[in-house]
Structures are given as C-alpha cells and as structure tokens.
C-alpha cells in the first residue's frame, strides 16, 4: 500500500443519448484531455490473491475494477466527503513491472486530504468494502455493491466473487509502505 502524489489524465470521448434505459445514440467529441495532480493511494495485490482467483476461473481484472468500486463506495463512510469527490483506476497489469494495482485519488487538483484520511485507515475500509460486497444478495453485482454511477468503463469488466476475494486477501494484514513513490502517472476516464 503506498500513498503519494499522481498525474491523472482524463478524456472525455463522447456521451450517450438515453430514453430511460434505452440508448437511443451516442455522440463522438473531440476535446483535449484534462491532467492534473493529485493525491492518491494505490496498492498492488499479492501474486498469491490473483493466483488464487484465477485458479478459480474468475476474472481478476473484473475483480479489481469492483474492488476499486466498492472502496470509493464506502470511503464517504470513514472520511467526510462523496463519493463523486474520488476517482479510481485499477489494472491488472500497470506500469513497466506489469502488476496489478488500484489507484484511488481525490478527484481535485493537488488533492483535498481524502485519499490521504482513507490511507490512515485503510483495514478499516478493506473490511466495510468486503462486508459489503459478501453481504449484498446480488447473484453478478449491482448498483448496491460494485458498479458505479460514474464509471467511465460503462461498469466493465465487474465480477462480483473475485471482487469478494480480493476484498478479503487485503482485509488479512494489509502492508503499508513507509516511503510512497514521489509521482505515479494515472490515466483513466474517470472510472
């Protein structure tokens, strides 16, 4: 677990056009992407957690996006903010080392002190993040525990049981790191 300073680049690529449910056309834009710097915690599972979930013929990349859902879902409980003050990204392979990582940051430039209060706290929001998760009566997940509202991935790739898994391999005895890297680089379109 680290925390530290992040570049988060956004890009908006276009929107739809919704009757209801029904999407009844989606329009391209064009517009420059929007970066800035903020403050973020991120964490890289152990190998042994995406082992374990793909032994049981899950999909990590699906259970890291819910992960990533479900703990900016419950951060508003243990830190005064909501849930749209956050952003999040999550990979199964990130970066030059290829390792799977979730980003949560404060969805301002410089950041505001939420990710940074939730880093404090991090057992403690692994453990609300998974009892919710196991908890919710869903069969694939839902807007109860692990899509978003604000996901710039249309809630794609979500499973829900791998998201309970990793949820609790980082409720054991989450590792802190006592030196966060100075900046990581972070793109997303507000996932």
């Given amino acids: ?4 300073v992040v570049e988060v680049t956004e890009q908006y690529t276009g929107y739809k056009i919704k009757r209801g449910d029904t999407i009844i056309g989606v329009e391209h834009l064009s517009l420059p992407p929007l970066t800035f710097r903020t403050k973020a915690f991120w964490l890289n599972p152990a190998p042994e957690t995406e082992q ?3 032994k049981e013929n899950l999909d990590f990349a699906g259970g890291l996006h819910g992960a990533e859902h479900a703990l900016i879902a419950l951060m508003p409980l243990h830190v005064m903010c909501d849930r749209w003050d956050i952003g999040g990204l999550s990979s199964a392979a ?9 980003f949560v940051y404060d969805g301002y430039e410089g950041g505001i002190g939420l990710a940074e209060k939730a880093y404090e706290i991090l057992p403690d929001l692994f453990a609300t993040a998974h009892a919710l998760v196991r908890d919710c009566r869903c069969d694939d997940g839902c807007p109860s525990c692990i899509y978003s509202p604000k996901c710039g991935n249309d809630n794609q790739p979500l499973d829900k049981i791998a998201t309970t898994l990793i949820l609790r391999e980082l409720c054991r005895e989450p590792v802190i790191s ?12 507000s996932s």
């Avoid at 677990?1 to 530290?4: A, I, K, R, T, V």
């Avoid at 990130?94 to 979730?102: D, F, N, R």
């Avoid at 006592?178 to 379109?189: F, I, K, L, N, Y």
């Fill in 52 to 54: 374990h979930v793909l």
């Fill in 1 to 4: 677990m680290c925390f530290g």
């Fill in 94 to 102: 990130y970066g030059e080392k290829a390792e799977p990582v979730i």
């Fill in 178 to 189: 006592e030196s966060a890297m100075d900046t990581v680089s972070s793109e997303t379109a």
